[in-house]
């Protein structure tokens, strides 16, 4: 995921004559899959930034202690770039992470879209690369046997696979691959660097809980094959791990800023804008207070530099100025000029905004660029300033894009120069809400003897089977993911990280309480009279409770009352049915005054139906 095809291009390249001592690693994150009625479906983005770490620091140890090191090459899993690896013979290991489908592997297409990959068809691949075929394949799937069994079949002569038919990117699975490419750098043999990656597990204080559960989930195939043999052997082996990273400061001066967590739940968000790019040159995000705006954009921002998309992504204003850069310098002053009061038909301004947008043209008039302005805290007249800008940029130069983040969605900013997309993110679902509450919770942790290790394990105690996209304002959520929804935040990414770090033990434990109470129906109360009667009877049985000193008691029963008044929403009360009354009478006249009779007979039927329900309510009342 973060590396670019120019960039290990070059590695490559560059390192031709130690071919034999790299290890190539596909890491795919597409964003979305698509139906056959054309409708979006998100793919949660895997951790790769902690595999990432982890093979880096298990050959930095190999090459500390033997003095040499291998070559480490990041690549974005795609069938172009696995196959220009294959047809280079440029690593004797290729190392593939990615969600896994029975059969196939899920790379990406390119424009951050899902491609199924064949495992028949990868295979048939890697067996015409002839004599450069790679020595390992370590394939870091679900559902990833059938493909090692490919791989076999190609002539691979060693691969790893994972038997476990599970989300894959856990500790286990890094953990036991810093082990194995430690030992393998070490110039241990396949059979050696298998067991002492299966025997680290043991050791390890994150996984060692867990790992009787998962001892069987690597398989090292053929099983008839000999692995009594060393991967990396020789002289051969370069010093200094090398990798295709795109935002160093050495290689790219533009840095981005790094987004205060991992993005969950955007991942539609994010092909929007990829797409939108991919029609238009500017897109607009905008949104309320803490739904995650510049977080959202700084992510699509990597994504987008990561694999080079449309060309180097700049970040406005600049993260840090770069010395002798005439381009660094034309943004910084018109950052400075878009914030200040300074009006724009003054002297002084024009005079300095027109040096800063012709060096700024004059560089980018061919260039393929992405400007991620962030303009949260302009105001009026920047925001005029800034189209003035955009209309001057657009003009001027030929491919550059811009993504403009900005509170108001109501905002004009291109005018007619230039087709604008604009996306309003809106609150995040019940799963991804408690995966973000999950990953900055303190009782979610690996290291805690829980059986809550991970955010997945809170997600899948916490969310029911079809709530899990739901939101918070829906009428379809029950009583308990309502509950669930308020405890970790609503959905906003602000809220969600404030209710995570804040929670306290006692409040955690009675999330998981709710989580395991059965679901209170709301057919159970036909009115809103019998459900406020229902609530009067909890509240006395929870005094009666505490009087007698029974504490555990009122805990069990002070649930059943937060969870009862969850379902007030869904029983309106005798006041809402009757203001409700009273607009649909407005509307059923003003109807028939339009002689808008299909609306007037639809109103009508509405009318009725809120005046039975007033009467039950009634009635009910009357009776209790």
Not at 84 to 110: F, K, Q, T
Not at 163 to 190: H, P, S
Not at 305 to 334: H, M, T, Y
Request: proline share 3%; glycine share 6%; charged share 25%.
């Amino acid at each position: 995921m973060d590396s670019s095809p120019t960039a290990s291009d070059d590695v490559a390249l560059a390192n031709n004559r130690t071919e034999h001592h790299q290890l190539t690693v596909f890491q795919a994150a597409p964003l979305v899959w698509e139906d056959r009625d054309c409708n979006l479906h998100p793919v949660e983005l895997l951790d790769f930034a902690r595999e990432r770490k982890a093979l880096v620091d298990g050959l930095n140890d190999a090459g500390d202690a033997s003095g040499e090191r291998v070559g480490l090459v990041f690549e974005t899993a795609t069938a172009d770039r696995f196959g220009a690896i294959l047809a280079r013979g440029s690593s004797s290991a290729l190392h593939i992470s990615c969600h896994g489908y029975p059969g196939h592997l899920c790379w990406e297409d390119g424009f951050g879209g899902l491609q199924l990959i064949a495992a028949d068809k990868l295979a048939a691949l890697v067996q015409a690369s002839s004599g450069r075929k790679p020595k390992l394949v370590y394939v870091s799937s679900c559902h990833s046997r059938t493909v090692g069994e490919a791989f076999v079949k190609a002539g691979v002569p060693h691969v790893i696979c994972c038997e476990q038919d599970d989300l894959l990117m856990d500790t286990v699975t890094i953990e036991f691959a810093r082990a194995f490419y430690r030992a393998l750098a070490c110039g241990r043999t396949m059979r050696e660097a298998y067991d002492l990656g299966m025997r680290s597990l043991e050791l390890c204080p994150v996984t060692s809980r867990d790992f009787d559960g998962k001892c069987c989930q690597f398989a090292l195939l053929p099983n008839d094959s000999n692995h009594d043999l060393p991967i990396f052997r020789g002289g051969g082996v370069r010093r200094g791990v090398e990798s295709s990273v795109v935002n160093d400061v050495v290689s790219v001066p533009w840095i981005i800023p790094c987004p205060p967590n991992h993005t969950i739940g955007r991942e539609v968000d994010m092909y929007t804008i990829l797409r939108a790019f991919r029609r238009g040159r500017l897109v607009k995000l905008s949104g309320p207070r803490g739904i995650g705006k510049r977080t959202l954009a700084e992510t699509v921002s990597r994504y987008i530099a990561d694999r080079n998309l449309f060309g180097q992504v700049i970040w406005i204003p600049l993260v840090c100025s770069i010395k002798n850069c005439a381009l660094s310098s034309s943004f910084e002053v018109l950052c400075d000029l878009l914030s200040s009061e300074c009006n724009m038909k003054s002297r002084y301004y024009r005079h300095k905004y027109n040096a800063a947008i012709s060096s700024i043209i004059g560089i980018l008039h061919t260039q393929e660029v992405v400007l991620c302005i962030d303009a949260f805290g302009f105001n009026e007249g920047s925001m005029e300033k800034l189209s003035v800008f955009l209309r001057d940029l657009f003009r001027g130069t030929a491919y550059s894009k811009v993504l403009v983040v900005t509170q108001s969605p109501d905002c004009i900013i291109a005018g007619d120069i230039c087709e604008e997309t604009d996306i309003t993110l809106s609150p995040l679902g019940l799963r991804a809400s408690v995966l973000l509450f999950g990953m900055a919770c303190k009782f979610t942790s690996a290291t805690l003897p829980s059986n809550l290790s991970s955010p997945l394990d809170l997600a899948k105690k916490l969310v029911l089977e079809g709530q899990e996209n739901l939101k918070f304002d829906s009428l379809d959520l029950s009583s308990k993911s309502y509950q669930v929804f308020h405890l970790v935040g609503k959905g906003f990414p602000a809220e969600i990280q404030t209710a995570a770090t804040e929670i306290t033990e006692c409040d955690f434990d009675r999330l998981i309480h709710i989580a395991e109470m059965e679901e209170c129906e709301s057919r159970l109360f036909s009115t809103r009279a019998a459900l406020e009667f229902h609530l009067q009877l909890l509240q006395q049985q929870i005094e009666g409770a505490v009087a007698a000193g029974d504490f555990s008691g009122a805990r069990d029963l002070k649930s059943q009352l937060d969870e009862a008044e969850a379902m007030t929403r869904f029983l309106p009360s005798i006041s809402d049915i009757s203001g409700d009354m009273k607009r649909t009478r407005m509307s059923l006249e003003e109807s028939i005054r339009e002689q808008d009779f299909n609306s007037a007979e639809s109103l009508d039927k509405k009318l009725k139906s809120l005046e039975a329900k007033l009467v039950r309510e009634k009635e009910t009342k009357a009776a209790l």
